[in-house]
């Protein structure tokens, strides 16, 4: 099955097997653009819709993977006894922007939802 970014127009190929019948979040790897392949259970017809909806799954999972490490590396050098104030205000300066990130991107899916 052949699809295109609809932001940049690069082409890619995957096996049909792998999208029959499924729903899959794609990132495009030139632009970062991320689509929503569909395939058909019986044929090998496909859409991309542009930009993916609003999924909560992908935002906590962005939480557990980026944010929350950041939240406790922070909360360990505030526990510590003599917290290093430099690494404390990089700490948190790294902590508020992936905070920032992550509520960037939920703001661009609600202003695309249907």
């Known amino acids: ?65 980026r944010v929350k490490p950041a939240f406790e590396k922070l909360n360990s050098m505030l526990a510590a006894d003599a917290p290093n104030a430099r690494s404390v205000h990089q700490g948190l300066a790294h902590f508020v922007k992936e905070v920032r990130d992550l509520d960037e991107m939920v703001a661009k899916w609600s202003e695309k939802r249907p």
Do not use: W
Request: aromatic share 6%.
């Open 1 to 65: 099955m052949e699809f295109h970014c609809d932001k940049c127009g690069r082409e890619y190929r995957i096996a049909d097997d792998k999208v029959r019948g499924k729903t899959l979040n794609v990132k495009c790897l030139k632009c970062k653009e991320s689509m929503v392949v569909t395939g058909s259970a019986d044929s090998k017809v496909v859409s991309t819709a542009g930009p993916m909806h609003f999924q909560p799954a992908i935002v906590r999972d962005r939480f557990d993977e």
